[in-house]
Each structure stands twice: as structure tokens, then as C-alpha cells.
């Protein structure tokens, strides 16, 4: 009896202690929601106004009239569309070749391309940046989308192998003797099967595409390629005198796309991000 | 025995196609990775100028000396150290007790989770921006909040007063990104417990402190180094959030950050190129176990 009510006070206890770290958790969300809703004047007053009576978009069609700010956004979707188009593409492929195929040194060459996701990226810039510079393609969505295959891919390769090799050999062996070419085999069979781990590194990829600073900061220096974060930090922070409420406004309208594919497609979100982690 | 035969034919010619279905792939990793580091490395050793037609000499270890000798680098590497320390206790720390606290059957549970994991969805750079508002000296919420409960008096400089701050800044924004990916990887790991350890562990009289250390960790340690080594991985070559936050001001310049200023600020990318290497070195220690630890996972399944 005494086990029983020391349970329930630990139980009630611990959802104490859970409900508190979500508060505390979603505080910067919600103030990044308070502050783009406000109007210029009503962020630099001390003390800071907790609750909006007076909710304003001004900052949002501020931030929508800027044209700067479209270039980023458009460049940002083209990039990391691109980045899941090519990643998980390519990535189809070379997860087939992996998982259905028998052929010398394969386990080396695939722990070699796990390794590789390991590669420090501030080492590896320096050369794609002579690289790129070289070749002609910096300031491009070409060269950003190429870039970025360096994460994408290899983590595209592994996560669809993974789903792939749930299949047995069995099923695709029989559809090759029933006549079926071995594209068939993967478009029809293991493609159809493996559409949730398919989905989930586009969701990867997407993000890496989306979220990336550090590569287009230094790969992209124009309207016309720059993508939305190097683009928000370096306009706002250095051209304009910091107005939290477009900043804001701005952060809120780049996080939305990964905020609703998160909550949309939860699993599938979890399973790609995690990748490294959780196994299939 | 025809059928067989057939086999053995589609096995030959399979291996071709094999080959082919992974060569673009492998053409772009080389390109984009291997190729990159094999030319970083050998960088850090010559005297390379951006744009420079000639090709560059190769000067031996004299770029390392410089670097060594210099005490910039020892900074980064106790910059990067101290902070990759601190986030990394934070988000294990939290991460499991947040996974421990959702792994029971209560209600809400699952807004609960979904709330926990939404700052996994803010891109790091408007993480590294919020937190820089947050932390304001004049109007930041933070300062507001610890002086309405009266935990300080004056306001903080939280980025600017003194390199304890900023540490502290930049690790707690970084913490609050990262935690949850901690979160729901252990909890993913702890549903794969079976419970009738935990009733056998009752029967023998254990509490929970003891039902932890001897049932639980033991369960899920290869799944808790796999993603502790990733979190290395990760905080280890931050880049994004300092340098949108400090720039590297105030003993924050982590390694990431002196690599990128002396390529792209003072274009001396040799030296940029030791930092890289320093970095690979590093890295390539725990890649190594990393890889270890998902080929012995591998072998149990």
C-alpha cells in the first residue's frame, strides 16, 4: 500500500517536472512569435511587453516588400529541393547497388562512404571553395546543390539501404527469372516497399538544403544564388540597424517549412533526422 | 538446374550494374569528400595563395609551426573543448531524463513530445538569431525574467560582459536545439527494453536508481555511444550558431570559426587548412569508434 501512494507522488512528480521543461522549452518559441507580431515601437520598451494587445503584420509585409528577402526565399526552395531531388536519386540507386548486389571490397567501399560523413566540413570547404571558384559554378544553386551532397548523399545511401535490406533477396531473385529487368526490379518492387524510408531522407535532405549557413555564406554571395540563412544574418545584421520585429518575422517565415513538415509528417521526420541513431 | 543456371548468369551481369548504380554516387563523394580532404591536408603543408597561377610550393610543416606557435589555436581548441563539454552534458543530461520522464503512460503524453521536439525544427541560424534577442542586454526577455524573480539585480551582458556569459549563452541555445534529437533517439532506445527485465529487477528487490544502472543503461549502451559520438561529431564542428551569436568574440573563437576567418577573412588558406587538418585528426578518432560501434550493433541484430 505504501509502494502504492509513493508511486503516484513519483508519478505526479515527474509530470510536475515535465510540464515545467515544456514551458521552458517553448519560451524562445513563443517570444519569436510575440516580438514579429509587434510593431517597432513596442520592442525597444523596457519592461518588455510579456502579452500583445495590439497584434500588428506590419513586420511581415515589411519583410515581403523587400525584395532581397524574396530572392532568399525562392533560392532557398531551389536549393533544397534540388538538394532532395539529387540526393535521393542518386541515392536510390546506390542504395540498390549496395543492398542487392554481391561484388569485391563492397563492405569497404561502403564503411569508406559512412567514414566520410565523419570529414570535418571546414576542411573540406577550403577546397570545394577553389574548387568551385575554378570550375565557375560559386554563385550558383548548381554548385550549393553540389556542395551539399556531401552530407545528402551518403546519409541517403545508408537510410534507403537500410529499407532495402528488409526486402529478401528471395522476392527480387524470382522476379528477375519471371522475366523482370533489373530497373524493374527496383522500381516495382523495392521502391513501393521502401516508400516511407524514401520519404523520410527526403525530409533529411530537404532540411540540410534548407537549414545550411555555413557553405552558402561562403559558396554564395549574390541575391541571385545566396539562400535565406547567410542571407537574413548578413542584410539585417549589418545593413539595418537590428529590427528585432522583421528579424523575427523573417526567422518565424524560415522555420515554418521544417515546423510543418514536422508536424505533418512526425515519423517520418524523426526517422530521417535521426539518422545515424535509430536504425531503419 | 536450368533455373539455376539462369541465376548465375543474372548474378555475373548484375555485378555490372551494380557497379554502374553506385559509380555517379561514389563520383560525387570523391568529388565533394575525399578528394577535398586528400587536397586539405596537403594544403596545410604548401604555400598556397587564393588565385596565385603558379602552382604552390610545398614548404613542409613550416605552416604548423606558425600555427603552433602562435597562441590563437591553443584558444580555439580550449574554446571548442570547453564548449563541446558543456553542450554535450547538457543535452545527455536532459535528454535522458526528458526521454526517462515520456518513456510512462500518462496523459498528454503526446503533445508533451511533440512540444519537447518542436526546437528540432528551427533552423540553427534563427536559433543562433532568437537566442541573440533573448539574450539583449536592454530588452532581452531573459534578463527581464531573472530580474522580475529576483535572481539578479542588474542586467547581464549575456554576449558581450565577460567570456563566462557568452559561454554560457551560446551553450544554452545550442542545448535547446540540440536536446531533443537526444531525447528521442534514447527514448527510441528505451522502448526497445523489454519489460519483464524491470519485473524480474522488482522481484530481486531493486530500486529505481538500481533498475537504471542495471537494467536500463546496459540495454541501450550501444545505442547511448552511438548517438553521444554523434552529438561530438556535431557540437565539435559548430560553426553556425558562435559566430551568428559572437563571431568568436570573447574567447568563443572555436575552431570552425578560426578556420573559416583565416580562409575567408585573412585568406591565408594554408593555415585555415591546419585548422582542418587539426580537425580531422580529432574526428577521425571518433569516426573510428563510431563506425566500430555501428558494425558490432550490426552483428547482434
Known sequence: MKEKKKDKILNNLANLILFLTVIIMMIPIYWMIVTSLKSPDQIFTYPPKLFIFKVTLSSFKEIFETQKFLYFFRNSLIVALLTTAVGVGFGIFGAYGFSKFNFKSKKTIFILLLTSLMFPWALNLLTIYIFFVRVGIINTHFGLVFAYQCIVLPVSIWLIKNYFDTIHTDITDSALLDGCSRIGVLFRILIPLSLPGIFSTAIFSFITGWNEYLFALTLTNTKFARTLPPGLHTHYMTFVRIGWNGLMAASLIATIPTLLLFLLFQKYFIKGLSAGAIKG | ?301
Not at chain 2, 604548423?64 to 553542450?87: G, H, M, N, P, Q
Open chain 2, 1 to 301: 538446374m536450368k533455373a539455376k543456371k539462369n541465376l548465375l548468369r543474372l548474378q555475373r551481369k548484375g555485378v555490372i550494374f551494380a557497379l554502374l548504380a553506385i559509380f555517379p554516387s561514389f563520383l560525387i563523394i570523391s568529388v565533394i569528400n575525399f578528394y577535398p580532404v586528400v587536397n586539405g591536408i596537403i594544403l596545410s603543408f604548401t604555400n598556397y595563395k587564393l588565385g596565385q597561377q603558379t602552382p604552390a610550393k610545398w614548404i613542409g610543416i613550416s605552416n604548423y609551426v606558425s600555427v603552433f606557435s602562435s597562441s590563437v589555436v591553443w584558444d580555439s581548441l580550449k574554446a571548442t573543448l570547453y564548449f563541446s563539454l558543456i553542450v554535450l552534458t547538457g543535452v545527455t543530461v536532459i535528454g535522458m531524463v526528458l526521454a526517462l520522464l515520456l518513456n510512462r503512460d500518462f496523459r498528454g503524453k503526446a503533445i508533451a513530445r511533440t512540444l519537447l521536439i518542436v526546437p528540432w525544427t528551427v533552423p540553427f541560424f534563427v536559433s543562433a538569431l532568437l537566442f541573440r534577442w533573448l539574450f539583449d542586454v536592454q530588452y532581452g526577455l531573459v534578463n527581464y525574467l531573472l530580474k522580475s524573480l529576483f535572481i539578479i539585480e542588474t542586467n547581464i551582458g549575456w554576449l558581450s560582459q565577460s567570456p563566462f556569459f557568452v559561454m554560457s549563452s551560446i551553450s544554452t541555445a545550442f542545448i535547446w536545439r540540440l536536446y531533443p534529437f537526444n531525447m528521442v533517439t534514447f527514448l527510441a532506445a528505451l522502448q526497445t527494453i523489454d519489460p519483464v527485465y524491470y519485473e524480474v529487477a522488482s522481484i530481486d528487490g531493486a530500486n529505481r536508481v538500481q533498475k537504471f544502472f542495471h537494467v536500463t543503461f546496459p540495454a541501450i549502451r550501444n545505442a547511448f555511444f552511438t548517438i553521444v559520438i554523434l552529438d561530438i561529431v556535431w557540437v565539435f564542428q559548430e560553426f553556425t550558431l558562435v559566430w551568428i551569436m559572437t563571431e568568436g568574440s570573447l574567447k568563443t573563437e572555436v575552431l570552425s570559426i578560426f578556420v573559416y576567418r583565416n580562409a575567408f577573412m585573412s585568406l591565408t588558406f594554408p593555415k585555415a587548412a591546419v585548422g582542418g587538418t587539426l580537425y580531422f585528426v580529432l574526428l577521425l578518432v571518433f569516426a573510428v569508434i563510431y563506425i566500430r560501434l555501428l558494425l558490432r550493433v550490426e552483428s547482434e541484430e
